[in-house]
């Protein structure tokens, strides 16, 4: 499988997603979502961190400078419970966006 | 979300500042690093692994500027747009220095007469409840505010039900008694709970006790702070002390706060306790108090009206004699304190505020025309992918930046002016308006300041902001900034022209008028000369000078006395000398004429023999006084002619007799003469009914002399103290002073002569600014036709023609604007009210001279684009295409 670019508008979401189940500092959430997606996805760096000012910004997620395993000294992002909120929004949306494309595609399949 | 939460985010992270920067490099750092080590991992070398990962990565700087155009309030890009802002206004001084100026100008004179309004009106009295504070006095037909009698006062305060607490005050004199001689000094005497009601403390000794006004107490005083810094040294022990005043022993019991003024009589350095005692204060018909009440909670102004007026009517059928028509006033003593000054101030503002007006017009109009020459700036700035708010901001940060420096310069002009206006009032009519002491630039100029500047950027940005390119980018871009003047802008700089050109109409004239009637006042017919007269006012201490005949036989040996001073014409003694007030007023009836009770009103003055000749009155009818009107010969009276007008209508006066409300023997008069009018009131004010008695038989222990001086009257009045100290060190002598000097000080000169120079020079500001503004627009639009000028003089169009058409240009929004002006200005008029003396606010003349003037300067302003148009060569125009 080769890779693909994100659909605009979802890095938020898949942000959010990955900071679901425990804090991760900015490269353990690009590599999460990579290794998730089955490397089908990936996030650019140079969306990544503007993104994640992003979320600040919102109140969505909190930063806070941390250890690594390794003793590094890398700073963590956590969702806030607005975030959770907001995640929430977005997922249902966005599943409601996929299964009205899905209905588009069948029908034209049938179409077809 | 909440935006408001967004922002509080976004200054905290903001906050932080330079860590926000560092943070995200080790951020970066460390994923990079990350990467690397993934890299080496798979295999590959260190050198090898570093560069991909920086491939990869891409470009760091770019990401920290995107991710802190996340973050930021693009503080940076604001901080461009000040640069550049600053760059556009350096690039163009004489622009910038312009506009500053113009609203420096504007703003230095609104916020100093603002600091006025804010002293004299908005800043509440300086006392613990303000708002609670009232006027409590008599009122009649011929004065709406009437002093108390004493025995009307103690029955109000009885009986009233709105008053928690209600005291009454005198204006007085004391004659202190110093080691160095006696001293008049300005005293006020007042009710044992004054200080309580008005909410003040003494910072030394104590207050009066509530009963220490009783008749039986001993006489005890308080010290102004000034006056016990002055007179006292600051001693701690004067408290207690036992001091003469007035010939009478007085202990000193306390002293009042730095702070504390009393408005009616700001100067007051003693106040004494008001003692019931003399006739006066045993006869209702006696008014000399004036109250002062605190309200109690909740009660309202016209509540405490009604309940005074209820008791004045019960006293009234009480006591009809002395009662009839007297009822009751009740005004917030603020009021009572500001109220005469307080027309002149919204004049003043008003007049003030237009001049601000023009300069903002003025300044929008420099402002459209600039950004007019910067629309292809705009559109190439719009193109390379500047936001229209991006654009917007550009005006916002250029306005801001020059009403920044506007508002700093007009500070500065501000804080001037404040001292100039403020050594225009008068020494002595400062003192009795302290509250214009801590005067300047308050909390609430700083924040009036601070609300003309925001309405100021307000105006500025949107002016050009008008002119933001929107949808004709292109058409724009390729009209290469040579167009013609945008139909908008013509249409609103003409209109903003005649409204400056309005205002200045309205100021010019407001401002004619009140020069009009100033020389009106100066030249009002006084009935007198009062040039070459020295005054002087007279104080004998009373224990000494107790009997009447004792104070006729002082007076008598002071004129001879000073008539003998060298250069002496003559010289006499009154109560009140002329342009003082109508005051001091007398009941009379008359025998002979059916009396129905009714209180017939007139001013009171008794006056030496030689008063009339001194002042050189015009004798209408009868005799003037002699040296044998004396208390051992009969009774006499001279009456003013609007008193024979008023009362004898029709008749001779001379030979009449009149008294007292009760035409008691002692009382009766004989009328000897009939004077012309005599200016006894301020110099705006009607002439009252006035009988002149002779001082002879009816001495006082308080009176002016007036001398006449062949030479410079001023030289005499030094010799006129000494004379008088030489007779008895014991008697006080103030407020040396001639009559001219008089009247000029007098508060109706004062008000109109300040308020014809003030709205003057707002005037001359306003004309000025008006007619820079014309020439402006009419130049402007000259530069902006040229083409077309050029067009019409190569198809045959005299160089005349095009001359007329430039003028007729700026003659219709000179018209427009003069005929607007003129008629704003009659209601403009309409609302100076008592400001306009003599004169009418539709005065033709001045209205046409005004109108004459501005066609004028707009002819003169017009005259040199008109020129310049009619000299454009064709050729040039057109092949500048």
């Known amino acids: ?112 | 979300m909440s935006a408001l939460g967004r922002l509080a985010r976004k200054i905290a992270i903001r906050l932080r500042g330079e860590r926000f920067g560092g943070e995200l490099d080790e951020e970066m750092a460390f994923h990079r690093e990350q990467m690397e080590q993934e890299l080496q991992a798979g295999g590959m070398s260190t050198e090898e692994s570093r560069r991909a990962a920086m491939r990869q990565f891409g470009n760091a700087t770019r990401m920290q500027e995107r991710s802190r155009e996340v973050i930021g309030f693009r503080l940076e890009t604001v901080v461009q747009d000040l640069r550049f802002a600053v760059r556009q206004l350096r690039r163009n001084p004489g622009f910038t220095v312009t506009a500053i100026l113009l609203l420096a100008l504007g703003m230095g004179a609104s916020l100093a007469i603002f600091a006025f309004v804010d002293a004299a009106l908005l800043q509440p009295l300086p006392y613990a409840q303000p708002n609670r504070l009232v006027e409590v006095t008599e009122s009649l037909a011929l004065f709406p505010r009437g002093n108390l009698s004493y025995p009307d006062y103690v029955d109000w305060k009885r009986m009233n039900s709105v008053l928690s607490s209600f005291d009454v005050y005198n204006g007085t004199s004391y004659l202190l008694q110093t080691p160095t001689g006696v001293v008049p000094v300005p005293g006020l005497s007042v009710s044992a709970g004054f200080f309580r009601t008005l909410g003040v403390q003494p910072v030394l000794g104590r207050d009066f006790h509530p009963d220490e006004d009783a008749v039986s107490a001993p006489a005890t005083a308080l010290l102004s702070y000034a006056a016990w810094q002055q007179r006292f040294g600051g001693r701690r022990d004067v408290i207690g002390e036992t001091v003469k005043l007035s010939g009478s022993p007085v202990t000193i019991i306390g002293v009042l706060p730095a702070s504390f003024a009393f408005a009616p009589r700001g100067n007051a350095a003693i106040f004494g306790s008001l003692q019931a005692t003399g006739e006066c204060a045993t006869r209702r018909s006696c008014h000399n108090l004036i109250g002062v009440g605190l309200l109690k909670p909740g009660v309202t102004i016209s509540a405490a009206l009604a309940n005074m007026k209820a008791i004045a009517a019960q006293l009234e059928r009480q006591y009809p004699d002395s009662n009839r028509g007297q009822g009751a006033s009740v005004i917030p003593l603020a009021q009572s304190i500001t109220g005469d000054i307080r027309p002149i101030l919204m004049i003043l503002m008003c007049g003030a505020g237009m001049l601000l007006l023009i300069a903002c017009v003025n300044v929008s109009n420099l402002l459209l025309v600039r950004s007019e020459t910067r629309r292809q700036e705009m559109a190439v700035r719009s193109a390379l992918g500047a936001s229209r708010v991006r654009l917007a901001r550009q005006f916002v940060t250029e306005g801001l930046m020059l009403v920044l420096a506007g508002t700093a310069a007009g500070s500065l002009l501000a804080d001037a002016a404040i001292r100039i206006l403020h050594g225009m009032i008068a020494k002595d009519m400062l003192d009795n308006m302290p509250y214009l002491r801590g005067m300047g630039f308050s909390p609430h100029v700083w924040m009036f300041a601070g609300a003309v500047a925001a309405l100021a950027v307000a105006v500025f940005s949107l002016a050009p902001l008008l002119r933001l390119p929107g949808a004709q980018l292109r058409e724009r871009l390729s009209e290469g900034g040579r167009g013609a003047a945008g139909p908008l802008w013509k249409r609103l700089g003409a209109n903003l022209v005649i409204a400056e050109l309005a205002i200045a109409v309205v100021l010019l004239a407001s401002a004619g008028l009140l020069t009009k009637s100033f020389w009106r006042l100066l030249h009002v017919e006084l009935g007198f000369r009062p040039d070459h007269v020295a005054t002087l006012e007279v104080g004998l201490p009373h224990a000494e000078f107790a009997k009447n005949e004792q104070q006729v036989a002082f007076g008598r040996t002071l004129l001879d006395r000073v008539r003998m001073l060298p250069g002496v014409e003559s010289a006499a003694l009154t109560t009140l000398p002329p342009v003082s007030c109508n005051c001091n007023t007398g009941w009379v009836r008359f025998v002979g004429k059916p009396y129905n009770g009714v209180h017939n009103e007139v001013n009171d003055r008794q006056v030496s023999a030689g008063f009339f000749h001194t002042v050189q009155a015009q004798l209408v009818r009868g005799r003037w006084f002699t040296e044998e009107d004396d208390a051992s010969h009969p009774k006499v009276v001279v009456i003013n002619e609007a008193f024979a007008q008023k009362y004898f209508a029709g008749e001779d006066p001379i030979g009449k007799k009149m008294g007292d409300t009760a035409l008691k023997p002692d009382s009766l008069r004989t009328i000897v003469g009939v004077t012309a009018n005599i200016k006894d009131g301020a110099l705006d004010s009607e002439e009252w009914p006035t009988e002149y008695e002779p001082f002879a038989q009816d001495p006082s222990t308080y009176f002016s002399m007036m001398v006449r001086t062949a030479q410079d009257e001023t030289t005499i009045l030094p010799e006129l103290a000494a004379a008088i100290h030489q007779m008895n060190p014991g008697v006080g002598a103030q407020d040396e002073t001639t009559m001219t000097q008089r009247i000029h000080d007098s508060y109706s000169a004062w008000l109109h002569r300040s308020a014809a120079w003030l709205v003057g020079g707002f005037a001359a500001l306003a004309l000025l600014l008006s007619v820079i503004g014309l020439y402006g627009v009419i130049a402007y639009s000259v530069s902006q036709r040229t083409r077309e000028i050029g067009v019409r003089m190569a198809l045959g169009a005299q160089q005349s023609a095009v001359h007329w058409m430039i003028l007729r240009e700026a003659g219709w929004l000179t018209g427009i604007g003069i005929a607007v002006g003129l008629a704003c200005s009659i209601g403009a008029a309409e609302l100076m009210g008592s400001l306009l003396f003599g004169v009418r606010a539709w005065d033709l003349p001045t209205l046409a001279a005004v109108a004459a003037v501005l066609g004028f300067s707009a002819l003169l302003a017009s005259a040199l684009p008109a020129r310049r148009a009619a000299r454009v060569n064709p050729v040039e125009a057109l092949r500048a295409e």
């Open chain 1, 1 to 112: 499988m080769g890779k693909a670019d994100l659909i605009p508008g979802t890095l938020d979401m898949l942000i959010l997603t990955t900071l679901k189940r425990a804090p991760l500092h900015g490269y353990a959430i690009a590599q999460s979502i990579k290794r998730i997606s089955d490397d089908v996805l990936t996030v650019e760096e140079g969306s990544l961190y503007p993104a994640l000012q992003r979320l600040l910004v919102q109140g969505w997620v909190k930063a806070e400078w941390k250890k690594t395993e390794t003793n590094r000294r890398a700073r963590f992002y956590t969702m806030t419970a607005p975030g959770r909120k907001q995640l929430g929004l977005e997922v249902s949306q966005f599943r409601q966006m996929m299964t009205a494309i899905g209905r588009v595609l069948e029908d034209a399949e049938e179409a077809g």
